[in-house]
C-alpha cells in the first residue's frame, strides 16, 4: 500500500507539472492575441469546480480568457495589472467538507489515497465533529492527534491567507481583484458574474453532485458547540479575511 501511495504521489506531481506548463503557454498565446487574462485561484472547498464545471466552454472568448489555475497557484503568482477571481466560504463548513472530502478519497470525481498520516487520522476521527472537539480534549494523546491531522489533511490545514500572503500585499493588489464570491451565494454570485463577463444569459452551474464535487448529502454534518467554539479559534485568521474583504467591498 505504502509503495502504491507513493507511486500515485509521484505520479500527481508529474501531472501538475505538465498542467503547470500547458497553463503557462496558453497563457502566453492568450496574451499574444491581445486578450485580457483573468485568473481564476482554486481555495478548495470554496465551490470552485462547480464555477470551473460551467464555465468550461465559455472561459475564452474575443475579449478575454478565463485561467483556471491549480490550488497550488497564489496571488504572488499571478502577473501585477491582470485580474483575478476567487471564492470563499464559511471557514467551518469549509473544514466539514474538506474532512469528508478527504475521508473519501475525494472520490468518486477523483480518486486520491490516503497519505500515512490521514488514514491513521481518519482511524481515530469518523466525523468533523470528533476531530473539532479533539483539538482541547483532556486526553493529551487525543489532543496531540487532532492538532496533527487539523496541521496535515489536505484543505482543512489550508487558510485563506496561505494564497494571499499578508494584509500588505493584498492590499497592494486590491485593483487586480475583479470578482469575489462566496460558497454561501453561489448561485446569486454567478449570475453577478455572468453579467461582469457578460457570458450567455443561460449559462447555469451544475447540479449534480459529481460535476460539482460535493459531499453526499446523507453525512453527518453536525458541529457541537464545542467544536464551533475550537474551529472558530483554530480558523480566526480565515475570518479575519473575510472580514478585509467584506472591508474593501470585494463581498
Excluded at 25 to 38: A, F, N, P, S
Excluded at 197 to 206: A, H, R, S, T
Amino acid at each position: 500500500m505504502e509503495i502504491k501511495t507513493k507511486f500515485f504521489t509521484i505520479k500527481r506531481k508529474i501531472e501538475k507539472k505538465i498542467q503547470y506548463h500547458y497553463t503557462n503557454i496558453k497563457t502566453c498565446k492568450y496574451r499574444l492575441e491581445g486578450k485580457q487574462i483573468i485568473h481564476f485561484l482554486h481555495i478548495g472547498k470554496t465551490g470552485g469546480t462547480a464555477f470551473r464545471e460551467a464555465l468550461t466552454k465559455h472561459n475564452i472568448n474575443n475579449n478575454y480568457a478565463i485561467i483556471f489555475h491549480q490550488h497550488e497557484i497564489k496571488l504572488k503568482d499571478i502577473p501585477k495589472g491582470e485580474k483575478v477571481i476567487f471564492f470563499l466560504r464559511d471557514p467551518l463548513t469549509r473544514f466539514v467538507s474538506g474532512f469528508y472530502s478527504r475521508q473519501r478519497k475525494r472520490m468518486p470525481r477523483y480518486n486520491i489515497p490516503w497519505k500515512g498520516w490521514e488514514e491513521k487520522a481518519f482511524s481515530i476521527f469518523h466525523t468533523p465533529n470528533d476531530l473539532a472537539e479533539a483539538i482541547t480534549s483532556k486526553n493529551k494523546i487525543i489532543r496531540k492527534e487532532a492538532i496533527h491531522a487539523m496541521q496535515n489533511i489536505t484543505h482543512i490545514k489550508s487558510h485563506f491567507w496561505d494564497w494571499f500572503s499578508n494584509k500588505k500585499y493584498f492590499q497592494s493588489r486590491l485593483n487586480d481583484i475583479l470578482f469575489v464570491a462566496t460558497q454561501e451565494n453561489l448561485s446569486r454570485d454567478f449570475e453577478k458574474l455572468k453579467t461582469i463577463l457578460k457570458l450567455p444569459k443561460n449559462l447555469k452551474l451544475p447540479k449534480d453532485d459529481y460535476r460539482m464535487h460535493k459531499n453526499p448529502l446523507h453525512l453527518n454534518k453536525k458541529l457541537s458547540q464545542t467544536a464551533k467554539h475550537n474551529l472558530k479559534k483554530w480558523y480566526a485568521k480565515d475570518y479575519e479575511f473575510s472580514k478585509l474583504c467584506k472591508k474593501e467591498n470585494l463581498i
